[in-house]
């Protein structure tokens, strides 16, 4: 555990200083995830009246349940897709801005804004451009393309809509991920490649990307991690999880099953679930950022 | 680049162009679509040229859907988000990196293990902490039999309850958002890069260290707090789950959350110029602060990842 060399000597100056995050953190981290874990070994009634001790019989009867199975395949199918589709196009992007040498700026300045748009308004966007009725590019769809077009009643359309729109707001952030990654590449080896003759296809696979894969592996997690929660503002406004329940990806369920359904036992196990999942990123992450250093150092 | 390839280069930049164009068009036609009369916006397909109506829509907008209130709480919730993380991280950063106490470890292995715990994994007993903020000691309370003994003890029938309820509230937007580690997180990397002799000058000096941490600190630290700034701005105004949870009344609730009853459900007329035009209104902010703040956002992003 790091400190500087030189410290200040003072007996209650740092607890004051520390107090207000270690009072935070533990209001609203510590005490809601052992009450969550409480709550999730209990069954209780709707109204929270009467809850009996159950031990493990939520976390069964979630992996009973087809339809958690169900949903677990669905967030799997959205995240990957999702992380695959924004990683791609933000790559893309960015070794062709970086190719050439001017307007960078301008071309950041245009690829960055969607990240400050709410992944709810995202939604929302790209439910007007892919509403089976009135929707431009769906109409575009189904005149040029023959596609029985219709996300309201398909779930897989459905499921399409909800990933471009997730897609959609990831690719600026990776762009501005790749670009500083690739600017970061010394220049120097790039051209001794093209001065053994590799061509700039070549130096992009044996050079950039290998390169480039600290960065790549930091922007999957936290692609990852974006399409498991932070997407809950699209699913809520553009499908509610349907149709039939094609989009109800985990963070959604957590929600309908909490807040709509009551079942706080399950809702609960659910959380655990997912923070145990969350926590297991995390600590692989720090793993390998670990590796990372030892290997440059 | 290297070599010279105009074939390739024509290339790159036609599919550059194209790529923008594909990534800017939702919002070139959102912005189309707020400029149009209903009769226009609900053909099939809608056109592609401007109309003259963008303002009649943007007044409809904020007057449909209580825009002024909601963008209100959206930009306090987002301030006030951002102005607490930044300043309860700085001074836990401070407090970890300067000084040496015994509880120093504890402070950071605590602090460090909710990194990267989003609110979205602990929606529920959250709200509950929320619409209870004295639960825990509620929980003490009863536990200790303390009614009985206070019955007891002043030969009355006693309930004492403990309650102080979060929802809507602008505390209960901000404060639960408010608990984050990753600001502490890059507060304390960059300390750790602050020279050495800094301190040591400053204590040599005499200077307290409250006096080195406002004035060698603080300004040492300005482009970070910028980044954050921008980071945590847009992250509080797109805030989603938690205000919808939070808040029922709509007075209360932010423009986010408020601009799903602007859009038009089946049975309705079909206003999607009016959604539209409110979508761009509360867009707006956190676009602007990034495409102003460009440089530090970039930065502040890109720091995150070491």
Redesign the interface.
Known sequence: MLRKRSYFDSKRLPYLLILPQILVTVTFFYWPAVQGLAQSFMLSDPFGLHSRFVLFDNYIRLFKDPLYLRSIVITLTFSASTAALAITTGLFLATLANRILRFKNIIRTFLIWPYAVAPAISGILWLFLLHPSFGVVAIAVKKYLGVDWNPVLRGSDAMVMVILASAWKQVSYNFVFFMAGMQAIPKSLIEAAAMDGAGPFRRFWTITLPLLSPTLFFVTVMNIIFSFFETFGIIHTVTQGGPGGATNILVYKVYQDGFIGLNLGSSSAQSILLMALIITITLLQFKYVEKKVQYTG | ???K?PI??TL??L??ML??LV?????I??II?ATLPMEEV?K???P?IPGDQFWVNIQAAWNQGDLGTQLFNSFIMASGITIGKI???L??A????????R???V??V??FC?????V??????????AAN?F??LQHVWDWLHLNALLSWFTNHDIEVSLDWSLLDSYTGLI??L??S?TC?FLFRQF??TVP?EL??AA?MDGAS??V?FRKILLPLSKTNIAALVVIEF?YG??Q??WP??ITTNPKMTTA??G??NL?PSPEDP?D?HI??AG?LL??LP??L???FM?RW??KG??ER?K
């Open positions: 680049m290297v070599e390839t390739l280069d790159t930049y599919l550059l790529g923008i990534v800017c068009f939702p919002i036609y959102t679509a609900s099939v397909p809608m592609l300043v309860v991280s001074l836990g401070f407090s970890i990196v300067y000084f040496d106490y509880f120093r470890t402070a950071f605590t602090v909710t990194l990267m715990l989003p979205e994994v602990r929606i529920l007993p959250t709200y509950e902490m903020l639960g825990p404060l639960p408010v608990a580690a502490t300390f750790l050495e301190c040591e204590k260290p409250m080195f847009v105004w797109n989603y789950l919808l949870l986010v959350i601009l799903k859009i079909p999607w959604a539209m979508a509360v867009m956190p676009i602060v990034v495409l460009q956002f970039v992003l890109v990842e």
